[in-house]
T-cell receptor, first 116, second 113 residues
Framework: DAGITQSPRHKVTETGTPVTLRCHQTENHRYMYWYRQDPGHGLRLIHYSYGVKDTDKGEVSDGYSVSRSKTEDFLLTLESATSSQTSVYFC???????????????FGPGTRLLVL | SQQGEEDPQALSIQEGENATMNCSYKTSINNLQWYRQNSGRGLVHLILIRSNEREKHSGRLRVTLDTSKKSSSLLITASRAADTASYFCATSKNSGGYQKVTFGTGTKLQVIP
């Protein structure tokens, strides 16, 4: 998984609680992404980062926030978890901005989150 | 709706047969990529084809792109049990200065030994 780890790998939480997922990379890639994967929807972009402290929203950002204080770490926070946020969350990295030129994304192993 | 839609949603073949998966999209793109996802794992990049290319090969993989029909196909020749996975297309296009990458819903391939 290209030097990308995600923690935790599995989490069960209750509605209304805050949850933070961590993505850590050892590749020194500039761009980092958070996706969620749900049946029938493929992968959908939540937020992405184009540098330390530089982040932007994806297509499904409501209810999520992110932070990137170091190149290697990108945190995704569910401020108040809801059952609709039950999903598998994937972190990805790319050397350049994904889509521009030939920038390939490398994915982490995923975090399975269940919100009860 | 999804920029990339794969079909079929599921495909089951015998080892040694060829597997073909298709991806259709709705708007112009800069490039299209195919990824594979083994069960419980992250996506792994397979191949990229640019909008000005029509065909690309990588080992047992052959990708075609028809921009007039807004469609792409991924052919896996001489399939192996290890090819069992889900396959996703991902399109990229300009969107307000940002290159937006959109993944399809995937084709689940089962190769029977």
């Amino acid at each position: 998984d290209a030097g990308i780890t995600q923690s935790p790998r599995h989490k069960v939480t209750e509605t209304g609680t805050p949850v933070t997922l961590r993505c850590h990379q050892t590749e020194n890639h500039r761009y980092m992404y958070w996706y969620r994967q749900d049946p029938g929807h493929g992968l959908r972009l939540i937020h992405y980062s184009y540098g330390v402290k530089d982040t932007d929203k994806g297509e499904v950002s409501d209810g999520y926030s992110v932070s990137r204080s170091k190149t290697e770490d990108f945190l995704l926070t569910l401020e108040s978890a809801t059952s609709s946020q039950t999903s598998v969350y994937f972190c990805a990295i790319s050397h350049g901005l994904a889509g521009a030129g030939v920038q390939t994304q490398y994915f982490g192993p995923g975090t399975r989150l269940l919100v009860l | 709706s999804q920029q990339g839609e794969e079909d079929p949603q599921a495909l089951s073949i015998q080892e040694g047969e060829n597997a073909t998966m298709n991806c259709s999209y709705k708007t112009s793109i800069n490039n299209l990529q195919w990824y594979r996802q083994n069960s419980g794992r992250g996506l792994v990049h397979l191949i990229l084809i640019r909008s000005n290319e029509r065909e690309k090969h990588s080992g047992r993989l052959r990708v075609t792109l028809d921009t007039s029909k807004k469609s792409s196909s991924l052919l896996i020749t001489a399939s192996r049990a290890a090819d069992t996975a889900s396959y996703f297309c991902a399109t990229s296009k300009n969107s307000g200065g940002y290159q937006k990458v959109t993944f399809g819903t995937g084709t689940k391939l089962q190769v029977i030994p």
